[in-house]
């Protein structure tokens, strides 16, 4: 690419073009990459620590969500069909699992 500039006479001004757009080029690759990359991983992991125990209780609660899986399918699929069968469902699991109650 810098031939063809070079034979136009005109080495000078794209000369110039070709390096600032390498040296450009270099600064986004071994400076601001790993600059992005350390803020994000830093970021990432203060997030895993505040959101850690959350995610436990979540985790603790899918084993007794399994529960009301087809008791809330059954109740969606005797009205309903298609896509909108599925969507019951979803609010049928919700309300199941946010009024649970013992049996």
């Known amino acids: 690419m810098v031939s063809v500039f070079g034979f136009n006479n005109l080495g000078g001004k794209a000369g110039y073009a070709v390096l600032r757009t390498i040296a450009a080029l270099l600064f986004i690759w071994f400076i601001l990459n790993p600059l992005f ?9 203060r997030k895993k620590e505040q959101e850690q125990k959350g995610l436990t209780e979540i985790l603790s609660l899918l ?18 069909s298609g896509m909108v069968r599925y969507q019951v469902f979803v609010m049928n699991l919700i309300t199941l699992a946010l009024f649970k109650h013992d049996e």
């Open 63 to 80: 084993p007794e969500l399994k529960n009301y899986l087809q008791p809330a399918y059954e109740m969606a699929k005797q009205k309903h």
């Open 37 to 45: 990359k350390w803020m994000i991983a830093k970021w990432v992991k």
